[in-house]
């Protein structure tokens, strides 16, 4: 990796002979085993179960909301529309339990699958899929010893839903989970890349793929084509205290002028003078080489962008990066799209490899 200076770069851009081999496109989880009778459920909210994630829960509850019920009069309505989805959303705990299980209410979008994932430290326990919008309860996983487990529940990505309860075994020990590498989350705020739209899995966008392996709690505030810096959504972005910002607005932006994206990093620096902020410009988009207009405004806001970051650090802001997009995910990585604009898992999961070594290093000042 390069000095840190104006820009952060990725390291090598060639996929690892691992990663080329990953599937394409998530599989799709079996039928929900049966949930055993014998289960103690937890009701949710519960001291035993940690939420994350999700900020406004104490205003919002029961709904698992991303954005304050507060502020829907004054937000734009598409970004409201997303903000009722759950993505980022955890629930944390800390057990003997061998077996989870969850009772869930969800509103499934019916234009991708409905997963709730849960982790064991870093490995992948189990996934479940939801379907339908009665209530339903899903074991996630079973037969794992009776040794304490630190257990992170992945809520949906793309879907509205309510967490009932969860069911551990009827003997299990309960305490709280371990505290995370630094207090205060990775704020992370854009468009559909940063949402997770091709990620058919919630614990596979790269924003949760890049906090798990860093051992960093995170907030997801990326709103599928509507990452626009209005001025209403920043001010909701700059009460969250951060270990480091991260923006990705990408194709979104639309046709703005740099204002409103340097008046968002002035914003935010005025009240977190002592935060990181990385700038990511637009990842690579299959419809760049066939569609002149297309790759004329990616190049566009790519410039914009970075001139914005550059702008603040040569006047004096050197906490302000900037991160290439074309870097954590470029050309040489298009067989892993989901659709033309939005990688699929294994390429969230690929961003999310390029993209921990920087966040690393401006959280922790080292690589």
Known sequence: MKKLTTFLCCGALAMSALAAEKTATAKIAPAPAPVPGDLRWLPFPSPWLELRGLPWFQENAPELWRLPRSAKARIPVGVWNRAVASDGGRIRISSTTSRLAIRVQTTPNQAKPCFIDTYIGQEL??????????????????????????????????????????????????????????????????????????AAHPSKTYVAAMARSLNLDFVNLGFGGAGKAEPAVVDLVNQLEASCYIFDLGKSYGNQTKEPYARMLATIRAAHPQAPILCVTPIYSTNEPIDAAYLEKSVRLRNLMREAAVERREAGDKLTFVVEGLELFGEADQKLFRDPQHPNDAGNELMAERLAPIVRQVVWGKQ
Do not use: W
């Not at 529940?153 to 551990?168: D, F, K, Q, T």
């Not at 003997?171 to 949402?195: N, W």
């Open 125 to 198: 326990a189990g996934s479940a899929r939801a379907l339908g919008a009665q209530p339903t309860e899903f074991l996630l996983f079973a037969g794992k010893g009776r040794e304490r487990k630190n257990i992170t529940i992945y809520l949906p990505n793309n879907h509205a839903i309510r967490v009932l309860a969860v069911g551990v075994d009827a003997e299990a020990e309960l305490t709280p989970p371990p505290a995370f590498a630094r207090p205060a989350p990775v704020v992370c705020y854009g468009s559909s890349v940063m949402q997770g739209t091709g």
